[in-house]
């Protein structure tokens, strides 16, 4: 298990979806931290929205990169105030992914604070049928019970990435008030 005291979701809104890439390019000159930088994240749903998720370790402090904001307004149609979240399982593999994938909502109730995420190893038969990851980063939000955030990671190519579209229940998390973007090649 790593150090991570929070993990932070940063949506927004580009004013075109042609911008993207530029915006990919900012976000990757100022990622900072311990851990790996994250890429930023499209919507499935609509191009325009993207998002940046970043792990904070003590002594990392949780406000935005003044510079980094500068340099992206240009670029940005509308700003959702960044999310805080309470690590509930953080792993990742040496190598980073080269994959990712985020599932975000403020629905669902999580246990309170106290109880802790208990999770059992997985039996031999069941780990040769496991898919490796490469990344897994899920957080509860902090100050709320309502929410959960989901942070996949994979080392395959993104254009044959194990998660299609299509394995995700997009018409139902829509309506739950999910949103899903993953990572550009």
Known sequence: MSNIRALVVQEFRLHSADTARDAAGIVSAFSRGIEPGVPLLTSIDDNRDVATVRALHPGEGTEDDPAERLALD???ASWQPPRHYGPRITEHSESPSSYYRLAVTESGINSSP???LTAGRRGGADVGRATPLGLLWIGSPLGTYAGLMVLVGDHDDPAGAMFAPRDWPLPLSRALGV???ESQP
Do not use: N
């Open 74 to 76: 240009p670029l940005v």
């Open 114 to 116: 106290s109880d802790e």
């Open 179 to 181: 949103r899903i973007y």
